[in-house]
């Protein structure tokens, strides 16, 4: 199996488009969440900017997904379980139970305000508990707990691709792809974002990730690449228009297989038409040669990811309770989002100076990995 470079640019710049793209998905998602949550009244052409937006930003989870499988799936020392796994602990595993803890007590913070502040019923306390066992302290943590267990089987699927492409039967990668995608839109919401399903359907895109890489990165042609990408956009900006036609059908209850026309233009991230833009886009920065370093914001990335949720949140309740504004919806949008990544970035430097200070890593390495026989 070939060993790529450890950084490729290309990849570190789009690691900083989908985080952004996240960042703008969760921004948009605040305004739908108004309207199908609240009510809110928004004109038609603000509508149309607010689903463009959350529409446009698709791509991310599972550019995010593919990143990991062009990365992890190409180095053959990922199949040293032990390894791999004492990485992994201390890389993902840790700050996700440090975040979750975090998220959790904000939720159930909100849940007491709530109590006491509106009379809401007390029971609503145990929500987050149930939230946390289920792998979903917040609501963005949910891909934390499925990038763990794919985290899982990674030694395993690297078994599989050197045996697939021992035997060079590539057909074998596409028809696991297709499978998980088609698993995915045949079933209704999984609980346990943890879950071998979840897992499961998630890894379809790790092999689409490592193939697309593998078949392409040593092929670079900027324009090709621009075109791949523009390509990608363009698919998603079109399915945009169907979300705003039938919008309550897509957004309220966009999980549910209601008929072949919604599963076919599904803005989940297994739609059809979500995948193929996904891949467009995915390829299209594998054939782009960037010579340019963003490995500075790139590798903050994954902290920009856990820390956005609360940015985003406390910039809402400003903006809406302390200053009660009521700005343009695009130029708002943009704002929160670049605000949300900038802050978000800064909170991730303070972190990591805290988390080296403290030394986190060796504090778990004394306790945890030694008692389960990781060293």
């Known amino acids: 199996m070939k060993k790529f470079n450890d950084r490729e640019n290309n990849y570190d710049l789009l690691r900083i488009l989908a985080c952004f793209a996240v960042i703008v998905a969760h921004v948009s998602a605040q305004y739908i969440d108004n309207i199908t949550l609240l009510g809110t009244f928004y004109s038609n052409g603000e509508l149309r900017i607010i689903i463009l937006f959350n529409v446009l930003s698709r791509f991310a989870v599972s550019s995010f997904v593919m990143l990991s499988g062009a990365f992890l799936l190409s180095n053959y020392k990922n199949k040293d379980r032990k390894t791999f796994y004492k990485k992994s602990i201390k890389t993902i595993v840790i700050p996700t139970l440090i975040f979750s803890v975090f998220y959790f007590l904000i939720a159930e913070a909100k849940v007491l305000l709530g109590v006491i502040k509106y009379g809401n019923n007390l029971n609503d306390i145990l929500i987050p508990i149930r939230n946390f066992l289920i792998g979903l302290p917040y609501y963005h943590m949910w891909y934390m707990y499925m990038l763990i267990g794919l985290y899982l089987i990674i030694p395993d699927l690297i078994c599989y691709v050197e045996k697939i492409e021992k035997k060079e039967k590539n057909i074998y990668y596409y028809i696991a792809i297709v499978l998980m995608c088609l698993y995915s839109g045949l079933t209704t919401i999984i609980t346990i974002r943890y879950s071998i399903c979840n897992v499961m359907v998630y890894s379809g895109y790790l092999f689409l990730g490592y ?28 399915l945009s228009i169907y979300a705003y036609n039938n919008y309550m059908l897509v957004y309220k209850v966009q999980y549910k297989l209601l008929s072949t026309s919604n599963l076919v233009f599904s803005i989940t991230n297994f739609g059809p038409f979500i995948c193929l833009a996904s891949s467009l886009i995915f390829a299209g920065f594998s054939k782009m040669n960037i010579k340019r370093d963003f490995t500075r914001i790139s590798n903050k990335t994954f902290l920009i990811f856990l820390f956005h949720a609360i940015v ?3 910039i809402y309740i400003f903006e809406d309770d302390i200053l009660k504004i009521k700005p343009d919806i695009f130029l708002i949008m943009i704002i929160n989002s670049i605000l949300s990544f900038i802050i978000s970035y800064i909170l991730s430097c303070a972190y990591l100076w805290l988390y080296k200070k403290i030394d986190v890593n060796d504090c778990f390495e004394k306790i945890v990995i030694k008692k389960l026989h990781l060293d």
């Open 211 to 238: 193939k697309i890489r593998k078949s392409l990165n040593n092929k670079k042609n900027n324009k090709v690449g621009s075109l791949l990408i523009l390509s990608g956009f363009i698919i998603l900006a079109l």
């Open 312 to 314: 985003i949140s406390i």
